[in-house]
């Protein structure tokens, strides 16, 4: 028989959804995890138990960053909280409600505590041919080599900005894949670059891991061309070929896969759905939950960890997580305020670092501008809905000035992924055609159930 | 598109429009038709252009295939299951 209610819910199996059940179910709350995926790691830990296990080989190309996450993983599984892998979550509501959809049924789980820990998902990239088969999110190829020891067995290019393209075509190269070219929009930043940004000097050693990663795919021969300009993918069906500018003068590559990335952003799709209030961060270019340090927001029950709640990585997550856990307990009588801050001290150390690391990493590797909006009137905005940027400017023009109401009058936003993938751009296009920032197109408003549900399971509902 | 890294150990039978289809068992729906060399999924239902999966983290609903007669769902997020029938969505079905 399925758990009905609970002290705490932690939805999101990464690593603040599992440093907050270690912690929670540590302090004696009746804790539950529910996760999409079916074991535990998120997807920055995505199958780290299955590649220790049967794959070990795997964690050559995947670097020592992804295994340290194996002892989390192994200290949620001997916690005693309960795990729910496989768990579509649907719905969070300020009244505690959870609404899950597992092995073909849904149910709704009271919750005393939520705590949403959904982490993050890469920034849209919406070049010309985004949408042709072929192109992925650089982070899929990353999943498909986590969760299946797969990779591409075509020529690949990766086109963008920000560490993780590094990090990408260093691991598939490794493990032999072809990278065609790895075609980046920022200029080339050396350790002297980075040397200038304030507080470098704390974050040597991140910046030095960086570099590496650059010094290992020039050894491997891999072509890195920076400041790129104007991408296209060029492709009937599927992916052929990227072109691009560089040096005033125009160049096309050959490629089987093109994987794109210009950063990562909060996954803010539950908070927004339980109408938590966001706030723009200039800094990040992007929508998060308003919290305080404990993760808390504006609804007495709902709590929001780790990179969902702001980019900063999966150290500072796992803290997040914890502390978030620790004020679970404050509220739910079963420990106080004196203990929680001094229980969370050591966390509260290592959080600043990284809030620090990451800071220096922000302003090294701000989004490409040039990737955020699409230019042309023909390019796709809505791959849902194939709504193009034409059609935004004309709702724009018709004295639409909010996202929202471009929407209504275009359809952007309403196909199945609910404006998860074109909310950003929506917002950028809307900008640039006012002259205005992108805070000021406002979010899409999201609409429960977030993830679709047959109604066959609603109508069974066990609540 | 793509190709795997070790020797498959368990594997399932799957049904992509009704031709079987030897997977690894525990793998999603969307690795293991890119695997099988299946680039396209479904066509989006305003112009009917070719869709494949682009996050493989639920996000996109780009790989969205039927799956035991029930339309829509997620391939990234779906794990495949012996016996299991996947239709791809490829019909363009414009109204609009």
Known sequence: MSRMSCDLAIIGGG????????????????????????????QI?????????????????LGEDYEEGAGLVAAFRDSGAAYEPGSVV??????????????????????????????????????????LPGVMAAGAAQTLLKANGMVPDTPVVVVGAGPLLYLVATQLARAGVTIAAVL????????????????????????????????????????????????????????EAVSYTVGGTRHRVPAGLVLLHNGIIPNTQLSLGARCKQAWDP?????????????????????????????????????????????????LGKLDPAQR????????????????????????????????????????????????????????????????????????????????VCGPIAAEVIARALGQGADRSGQFRVRLPVRPVPLAELAELQS | MFRRLHELSATVTVFLDDAPLCVAAGETVAAALLIAGVPVFHAAPRY?????????????????????????????????????????????EASS
Not at chain 1, 401 to 407: D, P, Y
């Open chain 1, 15 to 42: 690593p603040s959804g599992m440093a907050a059940a270690v912690q929670g179910a540590a302090l004696g709350l009746d804790t539950i995890l529910l996760d999409e995926q079916p074991a535990p790691g998120g």
């Open chain 1, 45 to 61: 830990y995505r199958g780290i138990e299955a590649v220790q296990r049967a794959r070990a080989d795997d964690l050559r190309i």
């Open chain 1, 90 to 131: 649907w719905q969070a509501v300020e009244d505690g409600r959870i609404g899950i959809s597992h092995g073909g049924a849904a149910r709704i789980l009271i919750a005393q505590r939520i705590l949403i820990a959904t982490g993050a998902m890469e920034r849209p990239v919406p070049i010309p041919g985004w949408t």
């Open chain 1, 184 to 239: 980046l929009t920022g200029p080339d930043i050396g350790m002297s670059d980075a040397l200038k940004v304030p507080g470098a000097l704390r974050a040597g050693r991140t910046l030095l891991k960086g570099l590496a990663w650059r010094n290992e795919l020039r050894g491997m021969g891999v072509p890195m061309i920076h400041g790129v300009s104007q991408p296209v993918i060029e492709g009937k069906a599927q992916a």
């Open chain 1, 283 to 331: 800094g990040q270019h992007c929508w998060r939950p308003e919290t305080n340090e404990w993760g808390a927001t504006n609804h007495a029950r709902i709590a929001v960890a780790g990179d969902g709640a702001g980019i900063l990585g999966a150290r500072a997550a796992a803290c997040l997580g914890r502390m978030a856990a620790l004020d679970a307990a404050v509220r």
């Open chain 1, 341 to 420: 801050d001094r229980m969370a001290s050591a966390d509260r150390a290592q959080l600043a670092t990284q809030q620090s690391l990451r800071g220096v990493l922000d302003r090294l590797f701000p989004p490409a501008g040039e990737l955020l909006v699409p230019i042309g009137p023909e390019d796709v905005v809505c791959r849902c809905e194939e709504v193009t940027v034409a059609e935004l400017l004309d709702a724009v023009a018709q004295g639409c000035t909010e996202a929202n109401r471009v929407k209504a009058f275009t359809r952007c936003g309403m196909g199945p992924c609910q404006g998860r």
């Open chain 2, 48 to 92: 009917g252009s070719p869709r494949g999966p682009h996050c493989m983290i639920g996000n996109c609903y780009d790989c969205l295939v039927e799956i035991d007669g029930m339309p829509y769902r997620q391939a990234c997020l779906t794990i495949v299951a012996d016996g299991m029938r996947i239709h791809r969505m490829t019909e363009h």
